[in-house]
């Protein structure tokens, strides 16, 4: 069987999350939900599926201290800091490379950072399908979430017939992948039954991806091989990464390579899962009173319900008499925004940001 | 011409102030509008008016150090604290003997502590009136204030026909006094334009009322001498209150003598006046945004409207997408509260004297 890699793309800015979430400190690093902040819950969940010196973390250096702290059970050197942001694509890409010189025989995953799966078994098991899967032929794998709703904040994989049977599960050729849809559409994607959520989740060989990149994006490959030829030359990668990396293209994984590849295939999920986009879908992961309300720490809600409210220890933050609101208190920083305004956030991060003297709060 | 006093009541609670009042700091002690705590502003508004070491200060044990350091003005032995709470017509005698002891012939003011008058000198140009009628005959005088609006959360003064001019000004006889009324004998009380808002504020000669004392709470009177007995035999303040004080009758200065005495007149305010009962009435004395926002220190409102926010400097206290929020956030504890709910405040602060985690924030 060949080597197993998986690869956490661990770059979000996660100013919806603010005050708890900062540039230095975004969503990933947090404990937003459970105890652990959610890239080590990310890395935890793969605890029996590969070895961690098999796990990779792609972030940026500005956050690359912050990233080896949350996960000392990782070798350092499989923390890679981007000196620059160059889109998913060119992740995908610096993991193709840095995999393949581990292992040019490897099959690997591309996971996000920052979701919450509580059904780690679950989970499991289908990414352990979706490794076999790409090790049985050179196919692009990628995860579809069985929708719960009709929503409009995620991109859509539309599933065609099947593929193959492997470990028993059904395996699925991808029709396409569909934007955001409106309403409308969504509703229509949800009750025909063919389509799921893409949730960025990618399962391929180091060949099966190659090839793709060569096909479809042969200028980004060609600036990759590059990097990959002064690795080879035994050069270190932080000087190497300084030098290259942001001069290759800026563009996403689907737009790249998924779009246009002829050999994807997708899974159904069969886990839990949640992106845990804004404050209000926090509360779904913690215990409501009878009125509705979250309370974490330093927190009550007196006559009012559906509130979330969030306060460490040592300072009481109360509501009284009011619906539907988040309220988030931190060292430095307290957040008052009602749930159907939770999007508005990161204009009033972009004001603070703007702002001499709250600048640093950002 | 008699020397003249004022004595300040000063013994509010203030819970509806909470997270910035507490047991040991009610609102008279706040700098809740302007930059002064409210009592020593009230203190200041009486320069000119009447010498320091003729004003006193009722106020509790509890909270005496506290007015010692906000009006350093005044001598200490000026500030009296109850040994425990008897309602105001205890205090407006414990002031009755308190001033005779200094001077028989006096006359003097009962004044809250704790509203907010920013035209002092139409303040003191009123109030000299009712001294100099005070003077004139032993009547009780109450200020009248000109009502805004209907309010259902004041008592009325009924006035009646005009009893003398004093210094220009119509000095009336007081019909009735008017517990709070409901809306809509509000709105008939306002109309007639016969009805003023009873404010508290009354001014008597130590004559008029040891008459009313003795012909209507003849057993609270003789109480009283007792204690003015022995304050004149010598004995120490602090020793006699503690003593005799908690015997006596408790009962509001309205019941015991004003609502039953015949001598009762009034006068019309000539002045500004807010008893800023709660939060939403801060917001009426500080200027507000476009939008409504009334903000203090450190604090911002991202699109919303008719928000109080007050945050101390060094931490950011931020409403995005909220609209008529009272947001208070203190050292040690915050308060998110509709301004619709004010009145609710004190719910939660009983449930917080009741929380045994809490119940220091009280």
Request: aromatic fraction near 8%.
């Amino acid at each position: 069987m060949p080597n197993r890699y998986v690869v956490i793309m661990a770059g979000g800015k996660g100013e919806r999350f603010w005050p708890q979430s900062r540039l230095k400190r975004p969503k990933q690093l947090l404990p937003i939900v459970g105890d652990a902040p959610l890239l080590t819950q990310t890395v935890t969940r793969l605890e029996g599926l590969v070895p961690a010196e098999n796990i990779l973390i792609i972030t940026n250096q500005e956050q690359q201290a912050a990233v080896e702290e949350v996960c000392p059970m990782l070798p350092k050197e499989n923390i890679i800091g981007e000196p620059v942001g160059r889109d998913t694509a060119a992740a995908v890409g610096l993991a193709m490379v840095l995999v393949a010189q581990r292992d040019p025989q490897a099959t690997f995953a591309m996971l996000p950072a920052d979701h919450v799966i509580h059904d780690a078994e679950g989970f499991q098991g289908i990414l352990g399908t979706a490794f076999a899967a790409a090790e049985k032929e050179p196919v692009l794998v990628t995860i579809g979430i069985k929708p719960e709703f009709a929503a409009t904040g995620y991109g859509y994989i539309h599933r065609g017939d099947e593929w193959a049977n492997v470990d028993g599960r059904s395996v699925y050729q991808v029709k396409a992948f569909k934007e955001k849809p409106d309403a409308e559409t969504a509703a229509r994607y949800v009750e025909s039954g063919e389509y799921y959520w893409n949730a960025g989740m990618f399962i391929w060989s180091v060949a099966a991806i190659d090839a793709a990149f060569t096909e479809f994006v042969p200028e980004l490959y060609a600036a990759l091989e590059k990097i990959a030829v002064a690795l080879k030359a035994g050069e270190n990668l932080d000087a190497v990464l300084e030098a290259q990396y942001s001069s290759l293209e800026k563009i996403s994984i689907d737009y790249a390579v998924m779009e246009k590849a002829r050999n994807v295939v997708t899974m159904e999920s069969a886990f839990d899962w949640d992106d845990v986009g804004a404050w209000p879908a926090v509360a779904r992961h913690f215990p409501a009173d009878e009125a509705g309300n979250v309370t974490r720490g330093a927190a009550m809600v007196e006559g009012g319900s559906g509130n979330i409210v969030i306060s460490p220890d040592g300072h009481l933050t109360a509501i009284v008499g009011a619906d539907d609101l988040i309220v988030v208190r931190t060292a430095d920083a307290t957040l008052v925004c009602p749930k159907s305004k939770a999007q508005d956030i990161k204009k009033l991060v972009k004001r603070i940001s703007d702002d001499e003297q709250w600048k640093t709060l950002t």
